[in-house]
Each structure stands twice: as structure tokens, then as C-alpha cells.
């Protein structure tokens, strides 16, 4: 299952912390509902190189917090898994 956001707003720190909410959230209800599916946040490139290369994303990924798809916007193709 995967959830596409778009970081919109002002602050990606602050779309980060919504779409984080949202997507522990989503994950509890499926493991409440015993759906064993693994549940992906869908981000464009540019927003996993700006807000998953600071320190803030790195603790999110390090520690295995959120599955990431990773795509370009442009062409409309994964570019990445994480983790894979």
C-alpha cells in the first residue's frame, strides 16, 4: 500500500511532520485490522533530496521509522525503494 504526498506547504519540515502523523496513523489501523500489507510514503526526488538528506529524514530512515517510494514527478517512474 503506498500513500503519495505532496509538500505543498510552506515548511517541509511541517509537511514532513503531517504526512509522518498520517502515515503512522494509517499503519496502526492496518496492523489493528490485522492486514499484514507494508505501507509506503510516496515522495517526489526533489523532496527526498531536500528533506531526507537533513538530519531530521536520516533519523526517520536510520532507524526504520517509514518505508519510502521514491519517484521522479517528471517521468512518472520509481527511482528508489527504502528500504528495498
Same mark, same amino acid.
Given at each position: ?5 505532496? *509538500?505543498?506547504?510552506? @515548511? =517541509?519540515?511541517? =509537511? ?6 498520517? &502515515?503512522?496513523?494509517y ?12 505501507? &509506503? ?8 533530496? @531536500?528533506? *531526507? ?6 533519523? /526517520? /530512515?536510520r532507524?526504520?521509522?517509514?518505508? /519510502?517510494?521514491? *519517484? ?11 528500504p528495498?
Open positions: 500500500m503506498v500513500e503519495v504526498k505532496s *509538500f505543498v506547504g510552506e @515548511s =517541509d519540515v511541517k =509537511d514532513l511532520e503531517q504526512a509522518l502523523g498520517q &502515515y503512522v496513523l499503519r496502526q489501523v492496518l496492523n489493528e485490522m490485522g492486514d499484514n500489507r507494508e505501507l &509506503y510514503l510516496a515522495v517526489t526526488a526533489t523532496i527526498f533530496n @531536500s528533506v *531526507f538528506n537533513i538530519e531530521l529524514g536520516q533519523v /526517520l /530512515l532507524n526504520k521509522i517509514i518505508k /519510502l517510494v521514491v *519517484f521522479d514527478d517528471i517521468t512518472e517512474e520509481i527511482v528508489q525503494w527504502i528495498d
